[in-house]
């Protein structure tokens, strides 16, 4: 007999198998899936709505920007030909209705001047303007916007800011009829032509196409609509006064300003349609394009024509310009647009398109994300599906079936359990039906031999003397104990198997055994001892103490029949904490065996032991290590199958090792101390 642990040591084998790493778990897989999923989805998504939503993120912020030239452009005219701001609300209001936006204007030390908030307390402005309407330092970038981008970039006096040079309504008047005059000579001639009215209030002809030449050979004087008015003739007198001043201050000489505020010499080609004569000139700060013609001023000595000389003159009549129009235009201030809430960057509106686009890029992505859960799932449940096939199939009462068991993951270990757990069952449906015949068997010898003797006693073959009454008497004890032996493993098996725990004294228990089976022991030529030092502490146990002797017993019955003649058969017994005084022989090896808390009980033999692939076996029900032994050789079969059921009714465990050919120990270890609870 050998240690019939080993089928539950393969249980912890089996139980205690290492945890699958992340890559190959199902549960990495399922987060691999979901992963590659959501990123696949998230970047499909941020792709088609980039993709949707940056053209009308563009188209919104061009109109926004467009809108915003136009109320600066606006604002501008209004500040070139006002010289205070005053009544601009109006202008501020309507210019708000037609944007949608919020627009405001403070001075420049943030003196709200106009706002078109509708709220009872307006939001606060952002602490940075939109823009500063200044007509004499014009914003180039948002004026060429305003324009539709005829103005240059150099052009920072708006054109539209004349001060003086504004022809009154007489003169205007007068110039026009001039004008319409040589527009209709012009037409006459064949030479199509329009009266173009400038901020001055100045007409001039503009020829259709822009080919001033083809005037040239009719009769059609132009040259009188550039004659300076008498108003325009004293401003640009006082214009060239301010410029030759700012040259003097710099040590140069004076300058003779044309009638377009250009210098120099004008050429001798006067173009129709123009302010003034068309000549190569360094312009960059050019008058407006209807400034009135200017005759040209004497000068005694022309001053030599350099690029220094230019640079100086040009920054002294941009310098002179802005000091004689500061009168006449109003003062910069701030400009700031922005939404009604008080945001200064407007948000937008999808369009319906977009939004379809987008709706149905959100339709494929989900459509791809349900088609890779579907196929992940699909193979993931796949598996599944084989192992609730194998168990209705096993419900139904059909011979089990293993499972394909298609990895090391969850599932696959699934596969491989529910494999273990189908061969388990048929070994246990082998066994019952083995049980039935063995308990059968175990039942008829005795009950055949009993009536045997009777039928025999009936028929006066048999006296029923002394000896006959020993034999059925004996008969009869044999069928009790089997049929016990079946009760106790019933109630076992049940949870009704009642324990009395008290103290017990283990040296004790040891001895009583030993006296009960001294008699067999000798009988068969056997050693049996008791390896428990008389003296010292005996280890703290609490059982059952008739159960505890009928499991030693077992083992000590089982131990002596398979024990040949001149062997020994040794009961010990140690606790964890003192393993040395409880040893006996041998058994210094064996301390570190016992776990804190427990008492083990040992019964060793030095029989011919148990081969390694019966081990397992050893507490089976009616399992026996020879096949041809029968009771009255072998046993019945179940008393290694009691032996377990009672241990662990009292919380503990049995093990068996053996080495064949040297003996087995059979060790049976109780928690030591409090009191076992009853099953």
Known sequence: MRGGGAGVEAAKVRGGRARLPLRRSLLGRLLAVSALVAACSVAATAWIAVQTTSGAIKQEQGQNLTADARIYDTLLEYAARNPTWDGVGATVRELARESGRRVALTTQSRQPLADSATAATAPALPPQASAVVDPLSVDTVLAARGTDGQRTAADRIDPRAVGPF??????????????????????????????????????????????????????????????????????????????????????????????????????????????????????????????????????????????????????????????????????????????????????????????????????????????????????????????????????????????????????????????????????????????????????????????????????????????????????????????????DLAAADAGVLRLHPEPVGVRELLSQVAAAHQARAENAGVALTVAVAATGPEPALRADPVRLRQAVGNLVSNAVRHTPEGGRVTLSAYASDASDAYAGEGEGDDGGKACDGTVVIEVRDTGSGIPAEDLPHVFDRFWRAEKSRSRRTGGSGLGLAIVRKLVEAHGGTVEATSTEGEGSTFALRLPAGPEPSDP
């Open 166 to 487: 504004r022809l009154s309504t007489a003169d205007s008047t007068a110039l026009r009829r001039t004008a319409d005059a040589k527009v209709a000579c012009l037409n006459r001639a064949g030479i199509a032509s329009d009266v173009v009215v400038g901020a001055s209030g100045r007409p001039r002809v503009q020829i259709v196409g822009n080919d001033p030449e083809r005037a040239l050979g009719t009769r059609c004087d132009l040259a009188a609509l550039d004659t300076p008015t008498r108003s325009e003739q004293k401003a640009l007198d006082a214009l060239t006064a301010l410029a030759d001043a700012c040259l003097k201050r710099q040590g140069r000489e004076g300058v003779r300003l044309n009638n377009d505020l250009s210098w120099g010499d004008p050429a001798a080609v006067e173009v129709p349609g123009e302010a003034g004569p068309l000549s190569p000139r360094p312009v960059p700060e050019p008058a407006p394009r209807d400034a009135p013609a200017a005759e040209p001023a004497p000068s005694a000595v022309p001053q030599e024509r350099t690029g220094e000389n230019d640079r100086a003159i040009a920054s002294c009549v941009g310098t002179a310009r802005s000091e004689q129009l500061s009168s006449y235009v109003a003062s910069p201030a701030l400009l700031f647009i922005g939404d009604e809430g008080g945001a200064t960057l407007p948000g937008f509106d999808l369009s319906p398109a977009n939004t379809a686009k987008i709706a149905g890029a959100a339709a494929l992505v989900l459509a791809l994300t349900v088609g890779a859960s579907v196929f992940a799932g699909t193979r993931l449940v796949r598996p599944l599906h084989a192992l609730t096939g194998a168990a209705q199939r096993m419900r139904d009462g059909e011979q089990p079936a293993s499972v394909p068991v298609s990895g090391d993951d969850e599932v696959g270990r699934l596969a491989a359990a529910f494999n273990d757990m189908s061969a388990h069952r048929a070994r246990l449906e082998e066994q019952r039906k083995a049980m039935v015949s063995d308990v059968a068997h175990e039942l008829r010898t005795p009950l055949s031999n009993i009536r045997g003797w009777l039928e025999a006693a009936q028929d006066g073959l048999a006296d029923p003397d002394p000896a006959f009454v020993s034999s059925l008497l004996e008969e009869a004890v044999q069928l009790q104990h089997i049929i016990d032996d079946l009760q």
